[in-house]
């Protein structure tokens, strides 16, 4: 797969098996915030513009820290990038009218939905800190990867290979997506995995990435009982760890850097928006 300019999206990850890379000796860790309350998707990728421009400033001196966004959205339907405004239109209208917001995205990939129960992660990472530089397609088989050995340590719930990026529970029952962003090698977007019941009757709203045959399920729908959303965060934050070969610390959101600052103000504007809908009206 090559990495296009603006974007990156690989299919048929799963028949891909990255190498060992050689390394730099000493990785800076990644810096991982786990937000307490349902994010606006649109502020949320304002977070995500405003934190890659802090790292293409701050890459000049090499300085710049990366970083893992761990959280959950507020209801909300997002289109793919190659999905113009005008074939999107007569969506965008039915499915607001359920009590969703609708965003047009910058990631790869189709139609989707994301809200509460689901985790979503959005790791900054500079994939040039690898030697040799890391292409996309190892970018997201990583993190593929990643999904599954959290999945089998933490649940016991084994991937059932597919032709299509993400993790399947079997042929039709889909768990996590992945849909990503590289830019000056920095990367934007990411991973959403479905832990409770809550996004399924959303899901049921749209045909998900495109995949007319395919159905949503969770963590907790597969266990038949109930999933913490904190638990899963940690878990998730240490095999990223263990499959980008980096220490994970938690970012420190007492430094009230520029880092900080934006992370602080997004937590505040979501905590003040309150409840939201736990199912489509």
């Not at 790292?55 to 990366?66: E, I, N, P, V, W």
């Not at 993190?143 to 059932?160: R, S, W």
Request: charge should be positive; charged fraction near 25%; aromatic fraction near 8%.
């Amino acid at each position: 797969m090559k990495e296009k300019k603006g974007s990156a999206r690989s299919r048929g990850a799963n028949a891909f098996c990255f190498k060992q890379m050689q390394t730099i000796p000493m990785f800076p860790p990644v810096f991982f915030h786990c937000f307490r309350h349902p994010l606006p998707y649109a502020s949320t990728l304002a977070l995500q513009e405003k934190l890659h421009n802090i790292q293409l400033t701050h890459r000049r001196l090499s300085a710049h820290k990366d970083i893992l966004l761990l959280l959950q959205h507020r209801p909300v339907y997002t289109s793919g990038r190659r999905q113009t405004d005008p074939s999107i239109q007569d969506e965008r209208s039915r499915l607001t009218a359920f009590g969703a917001d609708f965003v047009p995205a910058t990631r790869g990939g189709q139609l989707t939905y994301h809200g509460p129960g689901q985790i979503v992660g959005y790791p900054l990472m500079d994939l040039a800190r690898y030697t040799p530089v890391m292409g996309a397609r190892e970018y997201i088989c990583r993190m593929q990867k990643m999904l599954e050995h959290h999945l089998d340590e933490a649940h016991g719930i084994k991937h059932c290979p597919s032709e299509h990026t993400g993790v399947f529970l079997n042929a039709t029952t889909k768990l996590a997506s992945i849909g990503v962003q590289v830019r000056h090698r920095l990367t934007s977007h990411g991973f959403a995995l479905n832990v409770t019941r809550e996004p399924l009757a959303w899901f049921d709203k749209v045909i998900a990435c495109g995949l007319d045959d395919v159905k949503a399920g969770s963590i907790e729908t597969a266990k038949g009982a109930a999933v913490g959303i904190e638990k899963e965060m940690a878990g998730l934050a240490g095999w990223f760890g263990r499959m980008f070969e980096r220490e994970m610390m938690e970012l420190d959101l007492k430094e009230e850097g520029e880092i900080s600052k934006a992370i602080l103000a997004l937590e505040k504007e979501a905590q003040a928006l309150g409840n939201w809908d736990s199912t489509p009206s």
